[in-house]
Every structure is written in C-alpha cells, then in structure tokens.
C-alpha cells in the first residue's frame, strides 16, 4: 500500500495547479558524453526525433544511446505544463512533466518501430504511475510523437505489444501519448548519468514479453 506521500505523488496535477516554472532554460552547452556529439540542435538534415518516458531516465537514456543509428541522446522532462522546471520541480509532482529521454536518430539506419521495440520491451508499460519502486507522476510511462507518422506508428506497436502482453498475461498499457510535447533539457548532471557514474542507478525492468516489430528501416 502506498503511503500518502506516494498517493499525492502519483495524482496528476492540473494546469491550473501547475508550478509557474521560468522562462529561461537549463543551460545545456557541454558534449555528450559517449558520442561527443552537440545534443542540441542544430541536428543533421534527415535526422528525426523521438521522445520516450520509461520510468528513471538515467538507465532508459542509456539504451538509446547504444543503438546503430542514433545520432545523440539527450534526458529531460515533457508531457507537462511547466516551462523550464527543475529535478526537484519535477520530483514534486506540481509540474505534469514526466521524466523522458530525448533521441535523434537516422531513420535511414535505424526505424521508428525498432525505437519503440525498445521503449515496449525495456520498461514495463503497464504500471500507471510508477515504474517498478519508482513511485510518482515523473515515472509514467510515456511516448511524446512528433509527426502523424510517429503516432500511426505507436498506435499499431501498441495494439500489437497489447496482444503480446493479454497472452503473458500482463495487464493493460498505460502509457500516455502526448502530440508534439515540448522537450525542457534536464540538469547537466543528469545528461549521459550512467557513463558518468558505471554503478549508478537504473530501475528499469522489462515484463518480459517481446514486441515483434522493429526489424527494418525506411526504405
């Protein structure tokens, strides 16, 4: 049974409740850490974006950027209401925001499905508002898309992992997806946290159930 900070940490809050946040952002100037890419944009010509909340960024971050064909990660919040917050904004669930991984990738190297491949396979969608121990509104499980293309794509991977997880039986994805969320860069501290920190931690755990889509690019 949760407790009632857990319970007042797992309710979402309005927009009208929402912490004012600011209007500058958190500097984000250095590297990243494994590819030495730029993690913000400019990005390359081609190169799309994606933006997946699985619970503690940290350990998500990290298995994106070990795919062929993802150009540069980055970590960060969406899917709430207010501009620019803060780590502890965030953990105090005043802000909507849900803690996510940012990924700009090649969709000539690496498709879309297989990205979502990993989001439904490495986390465990079903949780509502939490993800494993990690209790609270910032853990939800959450896909941001950016473009129709993206949100058809979601909606059949979803539909499918659903059938896969009935048959496990798993219970119900809850994972929320928002149209176009704005990305707000996290700390610079929390940006590449487990190449930083090997024995670091990460939570996430998958059901066990894998999701058959993901094997090709666009061709």
Same mark, same amino acid.
């Given at each position: ?84 917050? !803060? $780590?502890? +904004?965030?953990?105090? %669930? ?8 940012? #990924? =700009?990738?090649? &969709? ?51 539909? !499918? $992992?659903? +059938?896969?997880?009935? %048959? ?8 929320? #997806? =928002?149209?176009? &969320? ?38």
């Amino acid at each position: 049974m949760f407790s009632f900070l857990s319970s007042h940490k797992t309710k979402p809050v309005s927009a009208a409740e929402a912490l004012p946040g600011r209007s500058e952002p958190t500097p984000v100037t250095g590297r990243h850490r494994v590819s030495g890419r730029a993690m913000t944009p400019p990005y390359p010509d081609g190169f799309e974006t994606a933006i997946f909340g699985m619970g503690c960024f940290w350990g998500a971050e990290r298995l994106f950027w070990e795919l062929e064909g993802v150009w540069v990660t980055a970590v960060g919040y969406a899917g709430g209401y207010t501009p620019n917050p !803060t $780590y502890e +904004e965030v953990c105090s %669930a005043r802000t909507g925001h849900a803690e996510v991984v940012l #990924v =700009v990738y090649d &969709p000539a190297t690496v498709s879309y499905e297989k990205l979502l491949s990993v989001f439904w396979e490495e986390h465990d969608p079903t949780q509502g508002m939490r993800q494993g121990n990690d209790v609270g509104t910032q853990y939800r499980s959450l896909i941001g898309t950016c473009g129709p293309a993206q949100a058809e794509a979601v909606h059949r991977s979803r539909a !499918t $992992y659903q +059938e896969r997880l009935r %048959a496990a039986h798993k219970g119900e994805i809850s994972t929320e #997806v =928002v149209e176009s &969320p704005t990305f707000y860069f996290a700390e610079p501290y929390h940006q590449q946290y487990l190449d930083a920190n090997p024995n670091g931690y990460c939570g996430l755990q998958g059901t066990g159930v894998s999701c058959p889509i993901g094997t090709g690019v666009r061709t």
